[in-house]
């Protein structure tokens, strides 16, 4: 009953499912809220902490002693007798034995058990850091799905704006018939576009949906958040002194010191544990033996003998996993350090590009759009050059978002990169 007792908390973690949250207009601060307690794989890291902890308090034990009853001398044709159990006709015996551990055993068992705790949580606190990084990308995703749809609703009303203008045109004798059909064409393929957006809104909407943990309708969720102003990166950081404090180098490390403990476990088999036992016997009642029978008493030692082996077998896969620990280490510091110098190349890239389109190409191409819409109202200009000039500058505004969205994303992925678990 104690050890059901024990699980039920366990069992009805699992079973139970958070209620679904509330969504709408939802900021990337809730939306990271909502993932770091619904993502599934936050959840298993999560598990596997409890796990963890759960070997530590396996490992840090002394062995159990071990109790044996056992009756000898038997004889079936005799029987065992009247009486009670000390009056039959059976020798009886209690044997109490327990083993001591030498040569520090439980000490390096707790010590790979609490280097593996430590790295379960570093696990953990990366899982955390690397769903930052994927929600804001999904997140950010959703925004300019909707921003693109939002210009693709707008193209296609001026478009029909235009064409009523033109139409009016053609009806005055001032553009030709043709000229009318190109600007058709045109508005037609903005409606496509506008199809085309809504789409992709759901399709980025039902992406993020996933990387919280939610089962709802696309059109209950709209992502809110303006999107976030360029700050200069300032000058190259020192990557080395941020490798130390990211979970995954933590993690690492941990099962490094967990393997070199589990080395000096290996090592320390060859230190002889001894079994000491205690025994008690008891003989029936016999002429010999009295009216009351006979107790005896023994002690015991018992010690392995080293003679077909000398666990050279476990210390060679216990260098091994050493080995292999440290190399994953080394690994796991190249490519942090990989990642780091990326993540910063790739937000300076973003911040220029976005500072040229929001200061320079995006403003030319709007002047210029104007003044052919304005041209083209007003009989100055033909078709070619109002529809040369809007497809410009819808190319542009498109291309504006997208590097808002690449800056966005590569400042989410430096912050997650960093530890920095800012959201704006």
């Known amino acids: 009953m104690l050890a059901l007792a024990l699980l039920l908390p366990s069992l009805s973690v699992l079973a139970a499912d958070p209620a679904p949250p509330t969504l709408g207009r939802l900021s990337l601060a809730r939306a990271l809220e909502i993932a770091a307690q619904r993502n599934p794989d936050i959840s298993l890291a999560e598990i596997a902490v409890r796990a963890a902890d759960a070997a530590l308090l396996s490992a840090d034990v002394t062995p159990n002693p071990t109790l044996t009853l056992g009756i000898q001398n038997y004889n079936p044709r005799a029987g065992v007798g009247p009486g009670s159990l000390r009056d039959k006709q059976v020798d009886t015996a209690v044997r109490l034995e327990q083993l001591i551990e030498r040569g520090g055993k439980r000490q390096y068992r707790a010590e790979n058990a609490t280097q593996l705790l430590d790295a379960s949580r570093a696990d953990l606190a990366n899982a955390q850091r690397q769903l930052r ?20 609703q707008d193209t296609a009303k001026l478009f029909g704006a235009t064409l009523a203008a033109a139409d009016q045109r053609r009806a005055a004798g ?63 950081p020192s990557f080395e002194s941020m490798l130390d404090q990211r979970p995954d180098i933590r993690a690492a490390n941990a099962r490094l010191q967990a393997a070199q403990a589990n080395l000096r476990l290996a090592q320390s088999q060859r230190t002889r544990d001894v079994s000491v036992g205690v025994q008690v016997d008891h003989s029936p009642a016999s002429p010999l033996n009295g009216f009351y029978g006979s107790n005896t008493f023994g002690v015991s030692v018992q010690v392995p003998l080293f003679v077909n082996h000398y666990y050279e077998g476990d210390i060679r896969n216990a260098l091994a996993g050493v080995d292999s620990a440290q190399a994953n280490l080394l690994k796991a510091r190249r490519e942090a350090s990989a990642s780091l110098q990326r993540a910063f190349s790739d937000m300076q890239s973003a911040q220029e590009r976005l500072g040229r389109f929001r200061d320079e190409l995006t403003v030319a191409a709007r002047r210029a759009a104007d003044a052919a819409e304005f041209a083209f109202r007003n009989g100055a200009t033909g078709v070619t050059d109002v529809l040369d000039a809007r497809r410009t500058y819808r190319a542009i505004t498109l291309d504006e978002l997208n590097a808002r969205a690449d800056y966005a994303r590569a400042l989410a992925a430096w912050r997650a990169a960093t530890l920095d678990e800012t959201t704006k």
Not at 135 to 143: C, G, Q, R
Not at 181 to 189: C, E, I, M, P, Q
Not at 190 to 200: H, I, L, M
């Open 133 to 152: 990084s994927n929600v804001a990308d999904m997140y950010y995703n959703a925004l300019a799905a909707q921003e693109r749809l939002s210009i693709a």
């Open 174 to 236: 001032d553009l030709a018939g043709a000229d009318v059909d190109r600007l058709r064409v045109d508005a037609l393929r903005a409606k496509n576009d506008v199809r085309q957006a809504e789409a992709d809104t759901k399709r980025s909407r039902l992406a993020l949906l996933l990387m919280l943990g939610v089962s709802a309708a696309p059109e209950q969720v709209e992502a809110a958040d303006e999107w976030p102003v360029p700050v200069a990166p300032g000058n190259l």
